[in-house]
């Protein structure tokens, strides 16, 4: 009988379900997994991104530890794919490798004065705010009138954690870094600006009407933005998902607004134009009104406004990043595939290497779905045998002593449950589920007993 030797790049959603899918799967050969991970936690954006006051999101962690702790996938953590192994490294020691690598940096927002201070990217926040330990452990929350350029869920995120009284957090995971920063925001106003109609957005009703839940946070909807055309009738109509939304918004617009001491203003048909400047710092954020153009999309009307304020944060999209000798798509930030099976520059298939996830198919799409993904990748893995690599050293340990020898100080399936079992004890005397290690090198220390 063979044994498929896989390596998976990635220990985020797609990488755990596709190796407990193959492992799952009918096959006529025995399959050993080792899962390398450049984080010495894994779960990647459902630990880094999901919100942290999402505790039912951030629940899906479970049924991935579920996974591991079975204990037929070996893991390597703190292992960086491109720093401490290569795709020659690779080949040595497996018959193929799936890389579930994600995304994690922010698209670009293409518009004048978007390299100001007080300009970031959402992503950037997110990772701040998730207590990601490759960001800096501050980070500059002195606006008080606030830009988020978006309409999709991440839009959302950013604007509730930005809007929401840091107080209301304590029951999260949030690093204490994390809170001591949100609780001395002196924001008082936070502004969502997406260029089409409100029967347009991406967001999810239920994340909508979260928002609307916040203590002490005015929702800010204005009149002008709910004169729809005929395709946002029909898509209110016919659509589940927009109806509701129009729901919440129409219920919005008719609250009584003026007490709260804080405000989320979602402004429609508002096209980006310019970042305002002064001393290389955010003054104010530019749009050009839109209007529907009646087949559901927009056209300029050519009036500008501008919005005084001192930040702005792009949510216009997560963007993956290359990997050393892997193709990669330059404009979709995604390794070129056919089903998973990866491609080189003239879309041939490239043996041995495959790929799911947010790197497979972009930076779209619910944790459910890559493994949905998931089984399609498998499915070419399982199936292209004739191609597999043919590893020159294919013991277990061969592994172990590479790393060794390089003085990678990796992490396996027991330090994460010592980290694990600390982050929740930090939590214990507050009441709180966990409480995150934030730096590299205490996560280390902590998953290494050392
Ligand atoms: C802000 C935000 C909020 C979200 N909220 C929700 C939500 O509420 N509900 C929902 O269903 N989905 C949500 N999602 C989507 C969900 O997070 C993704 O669908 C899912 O995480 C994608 O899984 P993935 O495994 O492809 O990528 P990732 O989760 O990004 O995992 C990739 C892993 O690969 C590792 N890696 C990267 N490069 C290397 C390398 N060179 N070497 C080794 N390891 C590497 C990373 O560290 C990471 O652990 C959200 C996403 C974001 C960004």
């Known amino acids: 009988m063979t044994t498929l030797r896989l390596a998976i790049v990635g220990a985020g959603p797609a990488g ?12 006529q050969f025995d399959v050993q997994i080792d899962l390398f991970e450049q984080l010495p936690a894994p779960y990647g954006l459902v630990r880094y991104g999901v919100a942290p006051d999402h505790p039912r999101i951030k629940g899906i962690i479970n049924a991935l530890r579920d996974v591991l702790d079975r204990g037929d ?3 390597f953590g703190n292992v960086r794919y491109g720093v401490d192994i290569s795709l020659d490294d690779l080949k040595k020691h497996y018959n193929a490798v799936i890389f579930s690598t994600g995304a994690i940096a922010d698209a670009d927002l293409d518009i004048p004065g978007i390299e100001l201070e007080g300009s970031y990217g959402a992503a950037d926040f997110v990772s701040w705010f998730d207590g990601h330990p490759d960001v800096p452990r501050t980070w500059p929350l002195d606006a008080h009138s606030i830009g988020v350029v978006g309409v999709g869920n ?3 995120d950013v604007s509730r954690m930005l809007a929401k009284h840091a107080d209301d957090l304590l029951p999260t995971e949030i ?3 994390v809170y001591d920063v949100l609780k001395a925001s002196p924001v008082t106003d936070v502004h969502i600006f997406g260029r089409r109609g409100p029967a347009q957005v991406k967001f999810s009703p239920l994340e909508l009407r979260e928002l609307g839940e916040l203590r002490d946070v005015d929702m800010i909807v204005y009149d ?3 004169d729809y055309d005929e ?10 998902q927009v109806f509701v939304i129009d729901k919440v918004l129409n219920q919005w617009r008719q609250r009584e607004t003026g007490s709260a001491s804080r405000r989320l203003h979602l402004h429609f048909y508002a096209k980006p134009v310019r970042v305002e400047g002064a001393d290389g710092r955010v003054t104010g954020f530019t749009y050009e009104r839109t209007r529907p153009d009646g087949a559901g999309g927009v056209e300029g009307t050519g009036e500008m406004r501008t919005i005084p304020m001192q930040a702005i944060y792009r949510a216009v999209g997560y963007f993956g990043s290359p990997l050393d000798g892997i193709p990669f798509d330059e404009k979709r930030g995604v390794i070129p595939n056919h089903e998973g099976q990866v491609l080189d520059d003239d879309d041939q298939l490239v043996p041995g290497v495959y790929a799911t996830g947010w790197i497979k198919r972009g930076p779209i799409g619910l944790i459910g779905h890559t493994k949905s993904d998931a089984m399609e990748t498998v499915g070419h893995v399982l199936t292209d045998q004739a191609s ?3 590893p020159s050293e294919p013991s277990l340990e061969s592994v172990n002593e590479l790393l060794d020898s390089r003085g990678v100080k990796y992490t396996d399936l027991d ?3 010592r980290l694990d079992e600390h982050e929740m004890a930090l939590g214990e005397p507050q009441g709180r589920a966990r409480v995150k290690v934030v730096p590299r090198d205490d996560m280390i220390q902590v998953s290494r007993g050392e």
């Open 16 to 27: 755990i379900y596709a190796a407990d899918i193959i492992l799952k799967a009918e096959r």
């Open 73 to 75: 996938i070996r893991i």
């Open 154 to 156: 991440v839009a959302l």
């Open 175 to 177: 690093p204490e870094n």
């Open 224 to 226: 002008e933005d709910f």
């Open 231 to 240: 395709a946002s009738k029909t898509a209110i109509k016919t659509n589940k």
């Open 388 to 390: 597999w690599w043919t």
């Open 415 to 417: 330090g994460w449950h």
